[in-house]
């Protein structure tokens, strides 16, 4: 049985971790970790007696998890992660908002104890295979903006996903300069700017996570989108992770290297 620690366990998507380890035969829930942590929380969840419950990752100690599933918060994951590297741990993070220089530093520290794991920025498989026909379109159509909606609560802007996605594709466009903007009376109108490619963030009540790629060439636009209705599509991929865990040698970012 593999031990699943799980930070975040009492949000939106740890409640969802919580029910998936739960339904697992080959997983078992040994501790969990949120600074909001209540005893009706462990109770509503049905986490057993044997849990461990923390309020904070520096509680955590050596053995007490084989995973750790962290679904927290941008302020809290690079703080998170570390700890579980730390504790030979392997971390499945969930959580975005790492900065590039973060994600460096958990690699080197992954690498230094000989830890594997994966820094997903989505575990939904239809954004997955968007970023992936993204980065295949990005070198026919090198003219592009990425347009991303979620929920009014989420923390972070740009998401993850698009950032991830506008990575990807500035590694496989041609070298290309975007069009200026000529006029502007509005600042900030075209977005986020990453290496030319603008991103676009909608917060609002009664979305999930969404995303649109728009392409455009000389008479013809293609647009891919992907749609999250319900947090519990991003299940599958946290499974696929779970269960691919040792397979992960070293610290990866993105899904899309275990599937």
């Known amino acids: 049985m593999k031990k699943v620690l799980i930070a975040g366990y009492n949000g939106s998507?740890?409640?969802?971790?919580?029910?998936?380890?739960?339904?697992?035969?080959?997983?078992?829930?040994?501790?969990?970790?949120s600074p909001t942590t209540t005893a009706q929380d462990v109770k509503d969840l049905a986490l057993g007696d044997d849990v461990k419950v923390y309020h904070d990752a520096s509680e955590v100690a050596d053995g007490d998890a084989d995973i750790w599933v962290d679904f927290t918060a941008p302020a809290a994951v690079f703080d998170n992660a570390t700890a579980a590297i730390q504790h030979g741990i392997q971390p499945?993070?969930?959580?975005?908002?790492?900065?590039?220089?973060?994600?460096?530093?958990?690699?080197s520290l992954a690498k230094e104890k000989g830890i594997g794991g994966l820094i997903a920025p989505?575990?939904?498989?239809?954004?997955?295979?968007?970023?992936?026909?993204?980065?295949d379109a990005a070198k026919y159509f090198p003219d592009v903006e990425i347009i991303e909606m979620h929920h009014a609560d989420k923390a972070?802007?740009?998401?993850?996903?698009?950032?991830?996605?506008?990575?990807m594709i500035d590694q496989n466009r041609p070298?290309?300069?975007?069009?200026?903007?000529?006029?502007?009376?509005?600042?900030?109108?075209r977005g986020?700017?990453?290496?030319?490619?603008?991103?676009?963030?909608?917060?609002?009540?009664?979305?999930?996570?969404?995303?649109?790629?728009?392409?455009g060439g000389p008479g013809e636009a293609l647009t891919i989108r992907q749609d999250s209705f319900d947090r519990g599509s991003f299940m599958s991929g946290v499974k696929v992770a779970l269960e691919h865990a040792d397979d992960l040698k070293t610290l990866v970012v993105g899904l899309e290297n275990i599937l």
Request: charged share 20%.
């Open 13 to 33: 998507m740890g409640q969802k971790v919580v029910k998936l380890v739960q339904s697992l035969d080959d997983f078992v829930i040994s501790a969990v970790v």
């Open 92 to 107: 499945i993070i969930g959580t975005t908002g790492l900065s590039d220089e973060q994600v460096k530093k958990l690699q």
């Open 175 to 189: 070298e290309h300069e975007s069009s200026p903007d000529k006029v502007t009376t509005l600042d900030h109108v």
């Open 122 to 135: 989505n575990f939904g498989m239809s954004a997955v295979l968007l970023m992936k026909f993204a980065r």
């Open 156 to 167: 972070d802007a740009p998401s993850g996903t698009a950032l991830a996605t506008a990575k």
């Open 192 to 215: 986020g700017d990453y290496h030319g490619i603008h991103i676009h963030s909608v917060r609002l009540p009664g979305y999930v996570a969404h995303e649109q790629v728009l392409f």
